[in-house]
């Protein structure tokens, strides 16, 4: 997982984001239906985050952290 964060920080985006997502098995189902999952980026890949979180979840939205920047992404599990 580490060399995963490392390759996001060098901007591979997309790409590395979705290998760390498989990576740690978002899309298993490991989180019930109506949970929540937040994911915090950079803002470079904020918005490509949240793309990809929309396959498995609803609700899906980028939200800016405490400095006014878009980074953190966050939706709802979808119901089975």
Not at 3 to 10: A, K, L, V, W, Y
Not at 14 to 26: I, P, Q, R, T, V
């Amino acid at each position: 997982m580490e060399e995963n964060i490392q390759r996001m920080e060098e901007g591979e985006g997309e790409k590395s984001f979705a290998e760390l997502l498989d990576e740690s098995g978002m899309d298993q189902g490991w989180l019930k239906p109506g949970g929540v999952v937040v994911v915090e980026t950079d803002t470079s890949c904020a918005k490509e985050a949240a793309r990809i979180l929309s396959r498995w979840y609803e609700g899906v939205e980028v939200r800016r952290d405490l400095t006014g920047r878009d980074r953190i992404a966050f939706g709802i599990r979808r119901e089975a």
